[in-house]
């Protein structure tokens, strides 16, 4: 099992800033392709960013490439989402999530059952 927590969330005026963290506890952090997924009311779940397990491939959905930054630290066994630039569509809860770094994770990074495990998810809420 892996246990996931985020944080990190909050209230931000459009343009602004902010810097989500999802720290991994249970497995060797290493083995694991790390994303962060967003969920806005009444939408479904989208895929915001991955990392794979050794950190040497990052993927982005179109709408926050070059705004968003995804990294990790094994160290401290988290994973982080830098955002710049946000936008009120930016306002949704935003999931951590984990999924074993293998060949059918680097096929698909974005697809949600290539997690098995999440977190509760941090509300990002981004005011015009």
């Known amino acids: 099992q892996v246990q996931l927590a985020e944080s990190g969330g909050g209230l931000v005026q459009a343009g602004g800033s902010l810097r989500l963290a999802c720290a991994a506890s249970?497995?060797?952090?290493?083995?694991?392709?790390m994303a962060w997924f967003r969920q806005a009311p009444g939408e479904e779940r989208e895929f915001v960013a991955a990392i794979s397990g050794g950190g040497g491939n990052t993927y982005y959905e179109d709408s926050v490439k070059g705004r968003f930054f995804i990294s990790r630290e094994g160290a401290r066994s988290t994973t982080y989402l830098q955002m710049n630039f946000l936008k009120p569509e930016d306002t949704a809860v935003y999931y951590c999530?984990?999924?074993?770094?293998?060949?059918?994770?680097?096929?698909?990074?974005?697809?949600?059952?290539?997690?098995?495990?999440w977190g509760q998810g941090t509300q990002v809420t981004v005011s015009s």
């Open positions: 999530a984990a999924g074993y770094s293998n060949n059918a994770w680097f096929r698909a990074p974005s697809r949600v059952d290539r997690y098995p495990y």
């Open positions: 249970g497995r060797t952090f290493s083995d694991y392709g």
